[in-house]
């Protein structure tokens, strides 16, 4: 089937107020409202680096906000691997998505139809780093999006 199956969401200066992997549930901290509002329509899954799990899950539960999963992510690894995990079809487009280069030649444009691989999932993080990862970026049907909290 077609259509956005995942939305994955970064938590620390996206979803939520807090920064630098502290506990959302020290302090007076907020969610997003335009974010939380996707959790409505879409499956959301935080893909972290804040250790906090338990934390955000309360944190999330006393704002209605709902969501599939919380996944924290360790240092090293990548939130493609996650991402992979929760929708393995995401990896599994690459093969329409690339196009030979020697398909792509000015003159024969007009024959060669261009191959678009739908979009699948949107990725939402503050962190361009994340974004631009190759493990990430590499991922067919996945759009990311670079989100910037306005008043921090």
Not at 6 to 20: E, H, I, W
Not at 47 to 61: K, S, Y
């Amino acid at each position: 089937g077609g259509g956005l199956r995942a939305v994955f969401l970064d938590f620390d200066r996206t979803l939520c107020s807090t920064k630098a992997g502290r506990s959302p549930l020290l302090g007076l901290h907020n969610v997003d409202p335009e974010l939380a509002s996707l959790c409505t329509t879409y499956p959301v899954y935080v893909v972290t680096r804040n250790p906090h799990e338990a934390e955000i899950v309360t944190f999330l539960e006393q704002r209605g906000v709902a969501v599939a999963r919380v996944c924290v992510v360790p240092k090293r690894a990548s939130k493609a691997d996650v991402m992979v995990q929760v929708l393995p079809s995401l990896k599994s487009g690459s093969q329409q998505a690339r196009v030979s280069p020697y398909e792509a030649h000015d003159d024969d444009a007009a024959r060669a139809p261009e191959r678009v691989t739908p979009v699948q999932a949107v990725f939402v993080d503050d962190d361009v780093r994340e974004l631009m990862r190759p493990s990430v970026s590499e991922l067919p049907g996945l759009l990311r999006v670079l989100f910037r909290r306005t008043g921090l």
